[in-house]
């Protein structure tokens, strides 16, 4: 396929390495080795990283959307797991320098800025969860604890984001590209296959997450699941990422004016994701997108030869419709409740009682909260994180963070809006922004920042090679 880019021999290495680490995974697991696991993983990987190979990257990007495969106290020496072997191969890809001419472009630029917003932020978050809140609560029994906690998770985080960052700086070199094309691919059809079986693997040894809620759409109580899916912790984070999934599947389908089995496959499994993880949230973003995809293809529907994508489509958007709506009904109704009742959870209610704090400390604005919300005001139910990522920034950084964060996210989307002709990169912003609005972490995206790199170098790429096709082509003489 053209613009889904891959090389067919480096799919076939990375799809039988894949198989090869859950054949292990699933052998020690179900024998309790698990700590096992990231050795048997380290051992599959060393010969891509001693070789420098480009399939290291594609480790990388596979596990992004995944949480620990195992528990975190099953992972070597209890701290590094598969993430922590495929982050530590990265570092190890970057240093020996194979790629070191940078990409240059508006997007990329914007990106990356946001992505150390979001590192930043991070650090913030931590540093002032364990020096400030943590010890009011709970108390910590040394500096020495809390020193190592703060250490341990910055490490982390530089684990993580950097390599995404050099991969987004070079993502128009063509191997990267196809690295990053296969893992995405690769990494929805793990995720999306293993989502009905979450209670088996849970049961298995795996570590999984279901839970029960009432999605009181037909009055059944029923399993809301996001199987290895963990970047963002949540299931609503876990239903965006196969909303944005469907997005970048369908802006190839897109450009290519069909469906093949690559595409249908990766849309159907992300369709599926989406109701698995029963997330209002997720409904809405699919919603979103199926929407602006009509909207910028009205003309599709005039064309009988191109109906396989617009049927598609349809039957997709008057499926969900009704869902969308009631996930709106039910958003706003168990909302109102809350906002009046002060025995309730509901996320407006508890954006009312942020609002409240911020109105008696409005220092708060500048650079976070001194005094922690719990201290300020009452409340009478267990947990008050806001389930929005704008408040959660404002409350732990203040405007320092809010503002950049919020001005680099609308200059993604102008960009986007302005671009629509060549780069579908709304298709994943919009649903990120239906996250950013029901979850805690902004972090829980970080998916979506390397996708919409890869939308914009994808069709770079196409231009690129396009353009040189002409520069050599040819010339015709005409005879007299």
């Keep these: 396929m053209q613009l889904l880019i891959f090389n067919k021999y480096m799919f076939q290495r990375f799809a039988i390495s894949l198989l090869m680490f859950w054949l292990i995974a699933f052998a020690l697991v179900g024998a309790n080795a698990h700590t096992y696991v990231v050795v048997g993983f380290s051992a599959i990987l060393m010969p891509y990283v001693i070789k420098n190979s480009v399939i290291v990257v594609s480790f990388f990007v596979y596990f992004l959307a995944f949480g620990s495969i195992v528990g975190t106290e099953n992972n070597l020496f209890g701290i590094i797991g598969v993430n922590e072997v495929t982050q530590i191969g990265m570092i190890i890809f970057i240093y020996e320098g194979k790629y070191k001419k940078k990409c240059s472009s508006k997007i990329i630029e914007t990106v990356k800025k946001l992505l150390l917003v979001l590192l930043v932020y991070g650090i913030i978050y931590t540093a002032k ?23 341990k998770t910055t ?34 059809i793990t995720i999306g296959i293993t989502l009905p079986f979450s209670g088996f693997l849970d049961n298995f040894g795996f ?13 059944v109580s029923i399993d809301r699941i996001k199987g290895f899916y963990g970047a963002g912790g949540d299931v609503n984070s876990a239903g965006v990422f196969f909303a ?24 159907i499994l992300s369709f599926l994701g989406i109701f698995f993880s029963a997330s209002r949230t997720a409904m809405l973003s699919l919603g979103s997108v199926v929407i602006l995809f009509f909207c910028f293809n009205w003309n599709m529907l005039l064309k009988p030869k191109k109906g396989k994508i617009v049927f598609l489509l349809f039957t997709v ?3 969900s419709a009704p869902i969308i709506l009631n996930a709106l009904d039910r958003f706003w109704l168990d909302s109102a409740y809350s906002a009046i009742d002060p025995n309730s959870t509901g996320r407006i209610g508890k954006w009312l009682i942020y609002f409240e704090y911020f109105k008696r400390c409005p220092e708060s604005f500048i ?19 806001p389930h929005n990522v704008f408040i959660n920034i404002a409350y732990n950084a203040g405007l320092f963070l809010l503002f950049p964060f919020i001005y680099l996210l609308v200059k993604i989307c102008i960009w986007g809006w302005h671009e629509q002709k060549n780069v579908r990169i709304l298709y994943a912003v919009v649903p990120y922004f239906f996250a950013l609005m029901s979850v805690n972490s902004p972090g829980s995206g970080i998916f979506l920042w390397l996708m919409i790199p890869v ?15 002409a520069k050599y082509r040819p010339k015709t003489v005409l005879s007299k």
Excluded: C
């Excluded at 570590?207 to 009055?219: A, I, N, Q, V």
């Design 367 to 385: 650079f976070g909260y001194v005094t922690p919300i719990y201290k300020e005001i009452a409340y009478n139910f267990l947990s008050l994180v």
């Design 129 to 151: 969860s364990v020096l400030v809140t943590q010890p009011l609560i709970i108390g910590l029994s040394t500096q020495h604890h809390t020193d190592f906690y703060i250490f």
């Design 155 to 188: 490490f982390k985080l530089l684990l993580n984001y950097i390599p995404l960052i050099y991969i987004i700086n070079r993502i128009e070199h063509i191997d990267i590209l196809k690295a990053v094309n296969m893992a995405i691919l690769l990494s929805v």
């Design 207 to 219: 570590y999984m997450s279901s839970l029960e809620t009432d999605m009181s759409l037909s009055g």
């Design 317 to 319: 958007f008057m499926f």
């Design 244 to 267: 944005i999934a469907f997005g970048y599947f369908l802006s190839w389908a897109e450009k290519t004016k069909t469906i093949n089995k690559i595409l249908l496959t990766g849309l």
């Design 455 to 469: 939308y914009a170098a994808t069709i770079n790429s196409q231009y690129r090679v396009s353009s040189q096709a």
